[in-house]
């Protein structure tokens, strides 16, 4: 048996109000290098033991592999293909269009969508066809948000139809057509700034369908769509997630074919055998690692760092992705720790000199623990760095190095504020903590591992951090905020967002959540901007995986903190889409 020792730790004190001191039980493999004071008192976080193990991981087993699978799921598209093409009503088109999407296999189908939605409705409709000429709120709706969905400049004032000319807001008469109403309210959730028309959509359409839960009717699968859109737009929801739901959803209605619910069923759990070897290759090289039992500190989370890749990229050929991020997220998770629970001023300060010089002779200035965690981050980058060169001849090193040292550095100044006792401004806070959510360091490592051909343009935005990596990157700090910041500053922490703005305005909590609220409902009508924009050097697979980053920070952080804490939520969903495949007698 190990010997054990104990280091005397606290959680950090802010300003001159003293916490409580306590031991820590740490075992022996907890090395300090001559560098570290055995007495130096540190903050521990109680971070629970993961749930998931390395033997449950690797006993991971599916049916859904093989010949007879493929053959099926080969027919059975062809199938499905078959039929978007022979339907000709352009309501129609829609409404299967929208019900493959949410089903989770339209990444099969994307250049026959886009046929459809070009020539048959956006070349027609756009100029007064069918679409247009009935006064018909739903497939208004629907087209409109399928168009802007795939990029096309759909006006916002075909809704100026609905509204009432003389008292300028929308007609009363339309809160009967709820299902009309639900599609106005997913579509304007696609809106961008100044676009009022829009604003006004969903301000009428929230409240219609808030009244509509209230009331007591019948309807019983409507009333779930309505629950379901109001919790979170679908604009704003993970692809993979609303799959499994409305799968269930599909199922039971009327107008169900079985032809793609099967489809659906078939290729969901042929992806989820897909993600359990990525799963179980990222286990072992965890495993490897040995943070979980040198660095007993930091969150052990490797079950819910891969879950964040398959919200980012689930699709079956971005393996390589997945595993690459499943380490960066590691990493950044382990550091994160260093920064926030572990580490001392003086030891981040050369932690953060030694990832910014990206010299491994620096680690002999490092305490043992930081050692193991400086030689993994450069092993494991620069084994990346020489992934791309190998694949696209392009030496990346200095653009994954500079991204990483930018994100210690944030770390860095926010330890210098706690230990200063220094609360910032929400500016102040805001305009360091968009690096700090580690969005652009991960957003550097997809754009080399998705992209080919890599363009000087796009290199050259990257390194800026452009404007939907920034987008992307506040919804991600800001969701965060909303669902960790009252726990971390509990145990001991930076004031987030939300205490930086009552601070500065005197606001109580529910309003600043509120203000924080605003402020990710404005940055989406950004970033929908600049999605759309046709000046945009990356394409359009990079700016749809930065937008999935986003949807899966709101996501993890919908109930609190779901990446820290993996039992609720966050273990449904582990199990929903990463162990339990769809049962044939569901």
């Given at each position: 048996?190990?010997?054990?020792?104990?280091h005397?730790?606290?959680?950090?004190?802010?300003?001159s109000?003293?916490?409580?001191?306590?031991y820590?039980?740490?075992?022996?493999?907890?090395?300090?290098?001559?560098?570290?004071?055995?007495n130096?008192?540190?903050q521990?976080?109680?971070?629970?033991?993961?749930?998931?193990?390395?033997?449950?991981?690797?006993?991971?087993?599916?049916?859904?592999?093989g010949?007879?699978?493929?053959r099926?799921?080969?027919?059975?598209?062809?199938?499905?293909?078959?039929?978007?093409?022979?339907?000709?009503?352009?309501?129609?088109?829609?409404?299967l269009?929208?019900?493959?999407q949410?089903?989770?296999?339209?990444?099969?189908?994307?250049?026959?969508?886009?046929?459809?939605?070009?020539?048959?409705?956006?070349?027609?409709?756009y100029?007064?066809g069918?679409?247009?000429?009935?006064?018909?709120?739903?497939a208004?709706a629907l087209?409109?948000?399928?168009?802007?969905?795939?990029?096309?400049?759909?006006?916002?004032?075909?809704?100026?139809?609905?509204?009432?000319?003389?008292?300028?807001?929308?007609?009363?008469?339309?809160?009967d057509?709820?299902?009309?109403?639900l599609?106005?309210?997913e579509?304007?959730?696609?809106l961008?700034?100044g676009?009022?028309?829009l604003?006004?959509?969903?301000?009428?359409?929230?409240?219609?369908?808030?009244?509509?839960?209230?009331k007591?009717?019948?309807?019983?699968?409507?009333?779930?769509?309505?629950?379901?859109a109001?919790?979170?737009?679908?604009?704003?929801?993970?692809?993979?997630?609303?799959?499994?739901?409305?799968?269930d959803v599909?199922?039971?209605?009327e107008?169900?074919?079985?032809?793609?619910?099967e489809f659906?069923e078939?290729?969901?759990?042929?992806?989820q055998?897909?993600?359990?070897?990525?799963?179980?290759?990222?286990?072992?090289?965890?495993?490897?690692?040995?943070?979980?039992?040198?660095?007993?500190f930091?969150?052990?989370?490797?079950?819910?760092?891969?879950?964040?890749?398959?919200?980012?990229?689930?699709?079956?050929?971005?393996?390589?992705?997945?595993?690459?991020?499943?380490?960066?997220?590691?990493?950044?998770?382990?550091?994160?720790?260093?920064?926030?629970?572990?580490?001392?001023l003086?030891?981040?300060?050369?932690?953060?000199?030694?990832?910014?010089r990206?010299?491994?002779?620096?680690?002999?200035?490092?305490?043992?623990?930081?050692q193991?965690?400086?030689?993994?981050?450069?092993n494991?980058?620069?084994?990346m760095?020489?992934d791309?060169?190998?694949?696209?001849?392009?030496?990346?090193?200095?653009?994954?190095?500079?991204?990483?040292?930018d994100?210690c550095?944030?770390?860095?100044?926010?330890a210098?504020?706690?230990?200063?006792?220094?609360?910032?401004?929400?500016?102040?806070?805001?305009?360091?903590?968009?690096?700090?959510?580690?969005?652009?360091?991960?957003?550097?490592?997809?754009?080399?591992?998705?992209?080919?051909p890599?363009t000087?343009?796009?290199?050259?935005?990257?390194?800026?951090?452009?404007?939907?990596?920034?987008?992307?990157?506040?919804?991600?700090?800001?969701?965060?905020?909303?669902?960790?910041?009252?726990?971390?500053?509990?145990?001991?922490?930076?004031?987030?967002?939300?205490?930086?703005?009552?601070?500065?305005?005197?606001a109580?909590?529910?309003?600043?959540?509120?203000?924080?609220?605003?402020?990710?409902?404005?940055?989406?009508?950004k970033?929908?901007?600049?999605?759309?924009?046709?000046?945009?050097?990356?394409?359009?697979?990079?700016?749809?995986?930065?937008?999935?980053?986003?949807?899966m920070?709101?996501?993890?952080?919908?109930?609190g903190?779901?990446?820290?804490?993996?039992?609720?939520?966050?273990?449904?969903?582990?199990?929903?889409?990463?162990?339990?495949?769809?049962?044939?007698?569901?």
């Amino acid at each position: 048996m190990p010997t054990i020792s104990y280091h005397l730790v606290t959680s950090r004190t802010s300003g001159s109000v003293p916490r409580a001191f306590k031991y820590c039980k740490a075992t022996s493999s907890e090395k300090i290098s001559s560098h570290s004071d055995i007495n130096v008192v540190r903050q521990s976080a109680n971070y629970h033991p993961p749930i998931w193990h390395y033997d449950y991981i690797q006993s991971l087993r599916s049916e859904y592999v093989g010949e007879s699978c493929t053959r099926r799921i080969e027919k059975l598209k062809g199938e499905v293909r078959t039929m978007l093409h022979k339907v000709v009503d352009p309501l129609q088109q829609l409404e299967l269009i929208d019900i493959i999407q949410r089903l989770g296999i339209s990444y099969h189908f994307e250049s026959d969508i886009r046929t459809i939605l070009e020539f048959n409705i956006y070349n027609t409709n756009y100029q007064g066809g069918y679409m247009c000429k009935k006064d018909n709120l739903y497939a208004t709706a629907l087209a409109f948000r399928l168009l802007r969905q795939h990029g096309y400049s759909f006006p916002q004032e075909i809704f100026n139809r609905f509204k009432n000319n003389e008292l300028g807001c929308f007609e009363q008469s339309l809160c009967d057509d709820i299902k009309g109403i639900l599609c106005l309210y997913e579509a304007s959730f696609l809106l961008i700034e100044g676009e009022s028309v829009l604003e006004e959509a969903r301000d009428f359409a929230t409240k219609t369908l808030k009244e509509f839960i209230m009331k007591l009717n019948t309807d019983q699968k409507l009333s779930a769509m309505v629950s379901h859109a109001l919790e979170l737009p679908l604009h704003w929801r993970i692809q993979r997630l609303e799959a499994r739901w409305f799968i269930d959803v599909y199922r039971s209605r009327e107008d169900m074919n079985p032809m793609l619910l099967e489809f659906a069923e078939l290729d969901f759990n042929m992806v989820q055998a897909v993600h359990q070897e990525d799963l179980k290759q990222m286990s072992r090289w965890w495993s490897n690692t040995s943070f979980g039992e040198n660095l007993s500190f930091a969150r052990d989370r490797l079950m819910e760092n891969f879950l964040w890749t398959v919200g980012i990229s689930f699709q079956p050929w971005f393996g390589y992705n997945r595993r690459m991020l499943t380490k960066v997220f590691s990493l950044i998770t382990t550091i994160d720790d260093v920064y926030d629970v572990y580490g001392t001023l003086d030891e981040l300060e050369l932690f953060t000199d030694a990832v910014e010089r990206w010299d491994v002779n620096a680690i002999e200035q490092l305490p043992y623990y930081m050692q193991i965690c400086f030689l993994s981050l450069h092993n494991s980058v620069n084994e990346m760095a020489f992934d791309t060169l190998k694949e696209k001849g392009l030496n990346n090193i200095r653009y994954l190095k500079t991204a990483w040292a930018d994100l210690c550095k944030s770390y860095l100044l926010e330890a210098k504020w706690y230990y200063s006792g220094h609360t910032p401004s929400f500016q102040e806070y805001i305009e360091n903590a968009w690096i700090s959510i580690s969005a652009p360091v991960i957003m550097v490592h997809v754009y080399f591992a998705i992209t080919n051909p890599i363009t000087k343009e796009a290199l050259g935005c990257l390194e800026e951090y452009s404007n939907i990596i920034h987008c992307s990157s506040m919804i991600s700090r800001l969701a965060d905020d909303l669902g960790t910041s009252k726990a971390e500053v509990e145990r001991g922490d930076v004031p987030k967002s939300i205490q930086c703005h009552m601070n500065d305005t005197g606001a109580s909590e529910e309003d600043a959540r509120e203000y924080i609220r605003s402020l990710i409902g404005t940055t989406w009508k950004k970033f929908n901007e600049e999605r759309t924009a046709n000046s945009s050097p990356f394409p359009e697979t990079f700016v749809e995986i930065v937008m999935n980053f986003a949807r899966m920070a709101q996501c993890m952080y919908q109930h609190g903190d779901g990446h820290g804490v993996e039992y609720g939520e966050t273990k449904d969903r582990v199990l929903a889409l990463l162990i339990h495949p769809i049962s044939k007698h569901q």
